[in-house]
């Protein structure tokens, strides 16, 4: 049995699941982050799933989503990259009001995330190596590149994003998403994310050796969704290594 609730934690609406009983006492727990457009709503079967497994699950609303969405789709549209650096920002005080409240069992604290949410969490692995390990289903750490292509900003924009996006980069911190289990899920038909952003990542450790804590599952035929398997895969890695 679980229990799901809506509530707040530092300063936002978050999706919080848990194992029945467990609302106040500390378990191993996973920053779980929604795509764009979507919804923590929306993710909430990975919530589920994994609070069986026995995790706590937060799931934050990003920026102008959920609750926070003021019902302007284009200027959302625009707002991409500066929503994806907001959740880098935001995450030292989610993490913070988690253990001030002692909701994390023994410093088990982990980030995953799908799409957005999924470089969501190769950009937070980055800069936190007290996180124990790593899920990004159908994501990219490689943002300078991408914002090229992928919701590129505006022209007025387009100075100033590269130098902040380059600081949250794995292509100069490999190491820094080496050094502790990392999963990469992503589908080889991918039509929004391109497959070849994981492609990329998987080689470049592998090159420099770096691959000892690397699972990489592909998904032959699957579109940008996410899939029964890639949950089952999810669930696995964080039962083995969370």
Known sequence: MIELEMRMLAG??????????????????????HGFTSSNLVYSY??????????????????????????????????FWQ?????????PALQEALYRERLVSEGRLAVAGASMGGMTALGIMTHHPELKCVASLMGSGYFSS????LFP????????????????DVSQQLAHVADRPLLLWHGDA???????ETFRLQQALKRDQLDA???CVWQAGVRHRITPEALSHTVDFFKRYL
Request: hydrophobic share 45%.
């Open 83 to 91: 929503i994806l650096l907001q959740n880098f920002h935001e995450f």
């Open 153 to 168: 900003p505006a022209d007025a924009q387009r100075a100033d994003l590269p130098p902040l996006l380059a600081e949250w």
């Open 46 to 79: 990975f919530a589920v799933a994994l609070a069986q497994a026995g995790f706590r699950v937060v799931m934050p609303s990003a920026a102008e989503h959920g609750a926070r969405f003021n019902g302007d789709e284009q200027q959302r549209l625009q707002h």
């Open 190 to 196: 991918d039509d929004v994310v391109p497959p070849d």
């Open 12 to 33: 936002n609406e978050i999706l919080h699941a848990f194992p029945k009983g467990y609302a106040a006492q500390p378990l191993p727990c996973i920053v779980f982050y």
């Open 146 to 149: 991408l914002s090229t292509t």
């Open 213 to 215: 804590n690397l699972t």
